[in-house]
């Protein structure tokens, strides 16, 4: 697949310099296709019966497959899920921690990750990173821990920043659970995420697939109790509610995934070319030097994610209307003074320029 012809699967990309797939990703028409297709035959031949369920089951485990793949672990160790959101609170719920508990994060997380750390009642204590240098993040991390940490739970790249975060510099020095929230690498950059205890995904971000879809990737499924029961997370049950858990990562899979969404997903990912890496991190690079030169201050520093961070001179939400207009979609950073770029395989030096004459 060529670059053009990658750009060519994106129809929003005939109008449009699409900058902000760390929000949602863009639609691709085989995508789309196989969305209507399977919405359609549900139509037309009902949802119900047996070959309706086998059909759920066979695309479950096709995606369950593809995603391992791009986490580089085993299929029995991922749970498909409605987003990182969803991911994290199974992993907070499972633990069991309380108030006399803490976990470690940072200043520069989501609140997908946040707000379940916050509801599991331990004490969430907070890594200043956002507004220092990323060689400072894992002294900063690493100074939050104290005898009480229960668990480390850290982006694998700021969603603020695009910086990556030290992960491995963390597992190599603590033993404790590290849940790491993935929606701003999983599709963007390659992926390892077996040191990991847990790893949660987005599908519509990177992986340019439908809303609501995602995966979570827990190493030791024994070790975390289901505390959100879903229809697919057992094998049998009893009238009373007691039930015997599926044997894997799929005790955690999630109800509410519907079909056609679902092998829109496994079309999305199938359809992204090898080299999507190494075209998506020149696309970041290019940025970065695009505003350098054109006098912006970024705040991203160079050689790390897709996501560029700049402060504008002007308000940024001012900076992304005029963008918008312009038709180039970019976002503006809650509590901060910055403007975020996006950078995907698919994205053009011509998506670039017209970003750099509105910024």
């Not at 139509?43 to 309706?52: F, K, M, P, T």
């Not at 160790?77 to 921690?97: D, E, Y």
């Not at 505390?227 to 009238?239: H, I, M, T, V, W």
Request: net charge negative; with cysteine.
């Amino acid at each position: 697949m060529t670059f053009e012809e990658a750009r060519a699967a994106f129809p929003v990309l005939e109008r449009i310099a699409y900058l902000n797939a760390g929000s949602n990703g863009p639609l691709a028409t085989a995508t789309v296709e196989e969305l209507s297709a399977r919405a359609r035959e549900a139509a037309e031949q009902g949802r119900s019966g047996a070959w309706y369920m086998d059909e759920i089951v066979g695309v479950r485990e096709a995606l369950r497959s593809r995603i391992a793949a791009l986490l580089s672990v085993p299929a029995d160790r991922v749970a498909l899920t409605t987003s990182t959101t969803r991911g994290c609170n199974s992993v907070l719920g499972g633990l069991g921690l309380g108030a006399g508990d803490e976990i470690v994060t940072t200043d520069s997380e989501h609140f997908g990750l946040l707000g379940p750390l916050y509801a599991s009642g331990a004490r969430v204590r907070v890594a200043e990173v956002r507004e220092r240098p990323a060689a400072a993040a894992f002294d900063a991390i690493l100074g939050e821990i104290s005898p009480r940490t229960r668990l480390v739970a850290l982006s694998h790249v700021s969603w603020h920043t695009g910086h990556v975060l030290p992960l491995d510099q963390v597992r190599a020095e603590i033993e404790l659970p590290i849940l790491i929230d993935g929606a701003q690498s999983v599709g963007a950059i390659p992926v390892d995420a077996s040191p990991f205890d847990f790893y949660t995904v987005s599908g519509q971000k990177w992986l340019c697939g439908p809303d609501a879809t995602g995966a979570l990737y827990v190493r030791e499924p024994d070790e975390l109790r289901v505390a959100a029961p879903s229809y697919f997370c057992q094998d049998e049950y009893e009238l009373d509610g007691r039930f015997v858990p599926k044997p894997d990562a799929a005790r955690f899979d999630a109800d509410g995934l519907a079909l056609p969404s679902l092998a829109a997903l496994v079309a999305a990912i199938d359809a992204a070319p090898d080299w999507r890496f190494e075209r998506a991190a020149e696309a970041g690079a290019r940025c970065h030097e695009l505003l350098v030169d054109a006098g912006v201050e970024v705040v991203t520093e160079p050689g790390h994610a897709t996501l560029v961070s700049f402060r504008p001179s002007r308000p940024a939400a001012d900076v992304v209307a005029d963008a918008a207009a312009a038709g180039v979609v970019v976002r503006d950073l809650p509590k901060t003074p910055w403007v975020r770029v996006s950078c995907g395989y698919w994205t053009s030096d011509e998506d670039l320029g017209r970003l750099v004459a509105v910024a």
